[in-house]
């Protein structure tokens, strides 16, 4: 799907605006045949990955290049208050298990370490403190642990692909390498592309996703 330039961005302010839960009235939109770029400023970290998710939802988006930076309203936040903070939001989760994720935070920045099982665990670690006050930006260097992996996981996920409503499987290359799973070919859309990875992160003993799909 093509779209103007000024369409495409009326279109991604407009979703913005549609967004109760973010703040947008600081995003500049720019649009060039596709790729969209977002500039200016957010309150917080959580407002700019609400405002990246938004535009890709948008028909025509073929890319965006994320510019956006955090600032916050009044004084800076101490990092130590920061850091009780996320470990607070850390234990409150009922998807990341006790105690085994940390968080170390300096200037803002905050770097989660640690071991989990499971991929939706190491993700509901960096969404728990995406909401803490202070948060500039995230790395996130929690490890999956490895478990047994089938032989014919690239299969299982092939058919995964194929009872969803939303992947198109016949243009999506499935294969592994180990506890490694890599996506090849392309996906009609971004929700599309990421029900793939979603998708092949569920499959059992895989402990990275290697995303090469384009969108079409």
């Known amino acids: ?64 290049d994320n510019e956006l930076l955090v600032g916050l309203v009044g004084g800076a936040m101490a990092d130590v208050d920061v850091s009780v903070a996320c470990a607070n939001a850390l234990d409150a989760d009922r998807f990341v298990p006790n105690g085994s994720v940390s968080a170390s935070v300096d200037n803002g920045w905050v770097t989660l370490t640690g071991q989990v099982r499971h ?4 993700q509901a670690a960096e969404h728990a403190v995406r909401r803490v006050d202070g948060v500039l930006g995230i790395t996130n260097d929690v490890v999956i642990s490895s478990e047994p992996i089938p032989s014919d996981v690239a299969d299982r996920i092939k058919k995964a692909f194929q009872r969803s409503a939303i992947i198109d499987d016949s243009l999506i290359e499935v294969s592994n390498v180990g506890h490694t799973i890599y996506l090849d070919g392309s996906a009609g859309s971004y929700a599309a592309r990421s029900e793939a990875v979603d998708t092949a992160w569920a499959a059992p003993g895989v402990t990275d996703v290697v995303d090469r799909l384009v969108i079409v």
């Open 119 to 122: 991929h939706y665990q190491r």
């Open 1 to 64: 799907m093509h779209k103007p330039n000024n369409l495409l961005e009326l279109d991604v302010k407009d979703e913005f605006e549609w967004d109760p839960m973010l703040d947008d009235t600081r995003i500049v939109v720019k649009a060039d045949d596709g790729r969209v770029t977002l500039t200016g400023t957010v309150p917080t970290y959580y407002d700019e990955t609400r405002a990246v998710d938004d535009a890709w939802t948008v028909g025509g988006v073929r890319d965006v």
